[in-house]
């Protein structure tokens, strides 16, 4: 009865530590699935906020854009103006 009952213990020991490794892996697993959804999340934060930023210089560059355009004609006009005032003064 002693074989059986030492037996019988060490077997509850083997159980019990087979079961602690279970809930182990099933952490582990579970953890590395946040670990993963935390990576995916920070990734389509980081995407996001790049494509923001991307969105933000395309519309500043539009209205750089535009500004250069008034500009120039801008230039021209005070060019054409400075033509005709040249040619008043010398005529």
Partial sequence: MLYVGSWSAEFCTFVQSHYYYEIYI??????????????RILFLSQFCMYHQYMMLLCLQLDEVKARERSLRVRVKSLTNELAQFRRSVSA
């Avoid at 099933?26 to 953890?31: I, Q, V």
Wanted: charge should be positive.
């Fill in 26 to 39: 099933a952490h582990k697993f579970k953890l590395a699935r946040v670990r993963g959804a935390c990576n």
